[in-house]
């Protein structure tokens, strides 16, 4: 199993860019399929990236493509999240989550989540 971590969330203003930063325990990380979801308020989790084992293959929702950026670094067990021109309805919180299997837009199909950061963007 794995253990996740998330940071690097915070309150900005719209138009400005966050990363997220993914921290995995042990020495296995390279195994996993990496994905971000994020759930705003009165809504429903949603997929928003994920990343295949060896960094080789990159998915989008379509609301963040353009603008978001998924990459792991295997030697430093880490998964990251560029987020640039930040908008209020990217209000929510952001979870990293792990699975042994392909990268899947479905919530259900990951084993292993982050307890979340908060990301709130401002107009």
């Known amino acids: 199993q794995v253990q996740l971590v998330e940071s690097g969330g915070g309150l900005v203003q719209a138009g400005v860019s966050l990363r997220l930063s993914c921290a995995a325990s042990?020495?296995?990380?390279?195994?996993?399929?990496m994905a971000w979801f994020r759930q705003a308020p009165g809504k429903e989790r949603e997929f928003v990236s994920g990343?295949?084992?060896?960094?080789?293959?990159?998915v989008y929702a379509d609301s963040v493509k353009g603008r978001f950026t998924i990459s792991r670094d295997n030697a430093k067990n880490t998964v990251y999240l560029q987020m640039n021109s930040l908008k209020p309805e990217d209000t929510a919180v952001y979870y990293c989550?792990?699975?042994?299997?392909?990268?899947?837009?479905?919530?259900?199909?990951?084993?292993?989540w982050g307890q979340g950061t908060q990301v709130t963007v401002s107009s």
């Open positions: 989550a792990a699975r042994l299997f392909s990268v899947s837009r479905t919530v259900d199909h990951y084993d292993y």
């Open positions: 042990g020495r296995t990380f390279s195994t996993y399929t």
């Open positions: 990343i295949s084992r060896s960094g080789s293959s990159t």
